[in-house]
């Protein structure tokens, strides 16, 4: 069983910073390949980010690339979200998610097996 929660989450103006964690319960965290995707009112769950089990690989939204950075440390079984120059289209619900294959284009929620209960990111403009 995996279980995984997201904290960090909170407001900020835009073109702020804001890093999010997740710590996951897993024995088995360093074999697990890890993800965000964010949710925002009235839309669907989207990819934000992945990241293979040894961090070696990593995959990004367009939307996001260039200014979120995510990062693990497999000692601490911790996933990180760090997000930089936060516009208010960032605005939304923040979830960590892992998987335990890496799929080639893999980055829909269908891809994730285990979940958090995410966390709220706000960005005023």
């Known amino acids: 069983q995996v279980q995984l929660v997201e904290s960090g989450g909170g407001l900020v103006q835009a073109g702020g910073s804001l890093r999010l964690s997740c710590a996951a319960s897993?024995?088995?965290?360093?074999?697990?390949?890890m993800g965000w995707f964010r949710q925002a009112p009235g839309k669907e769950r989207d990819f934000v980010g992945r990241?293979?089990?040894?961090?070696?690989?990593?995959e990004y939204a367009d939307s996001v690339k260039g200014r979120f950075t995510i990062s693990r440390d497999n000692i601490k079984n911790m996933l990180y979200l760090q997000m930089n120059s936060l516009q208010p289209e960032d605005t939304a619900v923040y979830f960590c998610?892992?998987?335990?294959?890496?799929?080639?284009?893999?980055?829909?929620?269908?891809?994730?097996?285990?979940w958090g209960q995410g966390t709220q990111v706000t960005v005023s403009s």
């Open positions: 897993a024995r088995t965290f360093n074999r697990l390949h």
């Open positions: 990241i293979s089990w040894s961090g070696g690989t990593t």
């Open positions: 998610a892992a998987a335990t294959l890496w799929v080639a284009g893999g980055t829909s929620v269908r891809h994730f097996n285990y």
